[in-house]
């Protein structure tokens, strides 16, 4: 059994149907290649919908309309992961509208309300489950049997690995965790994945920084933190002409992770380097490959340089961002949605202490 693992999808701006007439000769070469593998995952951030409302205290919200489901076919996805985000920027509506547009499109999904998906061909056995971190500050998790998305629970990842492992079947983790925009990953979520390692061999399918991070081997498994950006424009909202935030080179550089897999064991993987240039989704670029070396080169030693330097990255990413704001970005904020997003931020800290820090310290 032949897999494909993508990064970061939103079917918006120049990457939609609406948006861009020419979208399918955009990915018209990765569409070809991507015909060459029995199953396509990816990670799926735009909640489905046309007339659906924002919910919930963001900065931004986003979404594609249910025609934007035909590129998932084109692209040869069988199925998306929904533990993100973002998947419920819209409430219960667009999720449900986006289940639905799945649903009609033949297009299976994991991540959400308990969901895993387990494929079996006769050849390969592979269980895909996902989770979403809260210090993603997601909207939409889980809890008391209403419909949402997988929290991130080291005990509840920990059970799942261990009931596909000794059921046969190979482990492929979906996980969306992590600082965006930063190309080396926390020490907590390198500890968490390593962790996950110990318990049987396993594949960690990370996203959400949008950008590339490292990839390494631990004990028999595959840890690749971030593919980053499989496509994702400039996100705009309601209060500025201008993005809230600007696709960067270091947001153009994504990858594949393919994956080879006989029974319930991974025979081998590869990584397939992507570049979003201006006229189509480029296959195999050498500097984006040279890249992935230099990111999974500096795991080698997570010691207090490596935490020094990433620090330094992130102050300098957030130092950039308060600059390109000025006094009447800070008033137009002046509301009960920023409340509720500041309230938002420090509950989902207490729920990332106790859904994951609390299993690391």
Not at 24 to 35: E, H, P, S
Not at 58 to 65: G, Q, R
Not at 115 to 137: E, I, K, P, W
Not at 274 to 297: H, N, P, T
Request: glycine content about 10%; some cysteine.
């Amino acid at each position: 059994m032949k897999i494909a693992l993508l990064g970061d999808i939103a079917f918006f701006g120049k990457y939609s149907v609406e948006g861009n007439p020419s979208v399918r000769d955009y990915f018209r070469g990765v569409a070809a290649y991507l015909r060459g593998f029995d199953h396509v995952v990816g990670n799926l951030e735009t909640p489905f919908g046309d007339a659906i409302t924002p919910r919930g205290p963001k900065s931004a919200y986003i979404k594609a309309s249910s025609r934007n489901v035909e590129l998932l076919t084109y692209l040869n996805i069988d199925a998306v992961n929904l533990a993100n985000n973002h998947i419920f920027d819209y409430g219960l509506p667009g999720y449900a509208n986006t289940l639905d547009a799945l649903g009609a499109a033949g297009i299976d999904w994991f991540g959400v309300d308990g969901r895993q998906l387990r494929l079996d061909d006769g050849v390969g056995r592979v269980a895909l489950h996902g989770y979403c971190s809260f210090n993603t500050n997601p909207l939409g998790i889980s809890h008391g049997g209403k419909p949402g998305v997988n929290a991130l629970n080291v005990a509840t990842v920990e059970a799942m690995l261990r009931k596909n492992h000794e059921d046969g079947f190979l482990n492929v983790v979906s996980v969306h965790s992590g600082q965006e925009h930063v190309n080396f990953p926390s020490p907590d979520d390198i500890r968490m994945a390593r962790r996950f390692a110990g318990v049987c061999p396993y594949v960690y399918y990370g996203h959400h920084p949008h950008v590339l991070q490292g990839i390494e081997a631990v004990d028999g498994s595959v840890i690749a933190y971030s593919l980053g950006n499989f496509c994702f424009d400039d996100v705009y909202t309601d209060k500025s002409p201008e993005p809230l935030i600007r696709q960067s080179l270091n947001n153009r550089q994504g990858a594949i992770l393919e994956l080879d897999v006989q029974g319930g064991r991974l025979v081998s993987h590869h990584v397939t380097p992507l570049f979003a240039a201006a006229e189509r989704l480029e296959i195999g670029s050498d500097e984006v490959s040279s890249l992935i070396d230099e990111y999974s080169a500096a795991l080698v030693n997570v010691d207090a340089d490596y935490a020094a330097r990433r620090e330094a990255i992130l102050s300098a990413y957030v130092a950039g961002r308060k600059r390109s704001r000025d006094l009447d970005w800070y008033l137009k904020r002046l509301n009960l949605n920023s409340a509720g997003i500041l309230w938002r931020a420090r509950y989902n800290q207490r729920q990332y202490r106790k859904n994951v820090l609390n299993y690391l310290d």
